[in-house]
């Protein structure tokens, strides 16, 4: 479920509306988004990487309407919100570590898997800052909802499709946009931090 504000935020909304009719509960299109994360590793593990880019794909979209559904049908429920978060932890940490068997053969790239690390420090420091701010009182659950952030998990998952897209592609350099996710996800991190502090 897609939170946050910005562009992300409003499609998730706006799929709500439209897919309300899904015969599936929130919860169940939670569980599936998973589902398919873990369909796109595998595929990604036997070298199936288009086919695993596609599982990925619905992976986020399905990750994006659960939420967006729970709202428009008025099914929220605090554990759809604690079991949408486990997903979309789950959900980007398949995808990061799917990277590891892409053979990226591109000139000049650093190692992906140190990139890696510092993208998965920055998702998951991200959200936990979000997370305990709210839960320590250091903020609102309203504020937390509405801290500012430089990438958003929604605009991310679309960053890391189009990078992969690029690679299976064949162009030479997108580990700079790779590179770029994981330095703009820091500095989220870090932009929330400051914010809860302030």
Same mark, same amino acid.
Not at 3 to 23: F, I, N, Q, R, T
Not at 48 to 74: C, I, K, S
Not at 167 to 172: C, I, R, S
């Given at each position: +479920?897609?939170?946050?504000?910005? +562009?992300?935020?409003? !499609?998730? *909304?706006?799929?709500?509306?439209?897919?309300? =009719?899904?015969?599936?509960?929130?919860?169940?299109?939670? #569980?599936?988004? !998973?589902?398919? @994360?873990?369909?796109?590793?595998?595929?990604?593990?036997?070298?199936?990487? =288009?086919?695993?880019?596609? @599982?990925? $794909?619905?992976?986020?979209?399905?990750?994006?309407?659960?939420?967006? %559904?729970?709202?428009?049908?008025?099914?929220?429920?605090? +554990?759809?919100?604690?079991?949408?978060?486990?997903?979309?932890?789950? #959900?980007? &940490?398949?995808?990061?570590? *799917?990277?590891?068997? %892409?053979?990226?053969? +591109?000139?000049?790239?650093?190692?992906?898997? =140190?990139?890696?690390?510092?993208?998965?420090?920055?998702?998951?420091? @991200?959200?936990?800052?979000?997370?305990?701010?709210?839960?320590?009182?250091?903020?609102?659950?309203?504020?937390?909802?509405?801290?500012?952030?430089?990438?958003?998990?929604?605009?991310?998952? $679309?960053?890391?499709?189009?990078?992969?897209?690029?690679?299976?592609?064949? &162009?030479?350099?997108? =580990?700079?946009? &790779?590179? $770029?996710?994981?330095?703009?996800?820091?500095?989220? &991190?870090?932009?929330?931090?400051?914010? #809860?502090?302030?």
């Amino acid at each position: +479920m897609l939170k946050s504000g910005g +562009m992300a935020g409003g !499609v998730s *909304s706006s799929l709500g509306k439209y897919l309300g =009719w899904v015969p599936l509960s929130p919860n169940q299109i939670t #569980v599936l988004a !998973v589902l398919c @994360a873990i369909a796109g590793f595998g595929l990604f593990y036997l070298g199936e990487y =288009w086919l695993g880019l596609a @599982a990925f $794909a619905l992976a986020f979209l399905l990750d994006a309407v659960d939420g967006a %559904v729970a709202r428009a049908r008025g099914e929220t429920s605090k +554990m759809g919100g604690f079991l949408d978060g486990v997903s979309d932890r789950l #959900v980007e &940490f398949f995808l990061l570590i *799917s990277l590891l068997f %892409v053979p990226l053969g +591109m000139p000049y790239a650093p190692d992906a898997f =140190w990139i890696i690390l510092v993208l998965f420090f920055g998702t998951c420091m @991200a959200a936990f800052v979000k997370a305990y701010a709210a839960y320590q009182g250091a903020l609102t659950r309203e504020e937390a909802d509405k801290m500012p952030g430089i990438l958003e998990r929604g605009e991310r998952g $679309a960053f890391l499709m189009l990078f992969v897209f690029l690679v299976l592609y064949g &162009f030479a350099y997108a =580990w700079v946009l &790779f590179a $770029a996710i994981a330095l703009l996800s820091i500095l989220t &991190f870090l932009q929330r931090l400051r914010f #809860v502090v302030k």
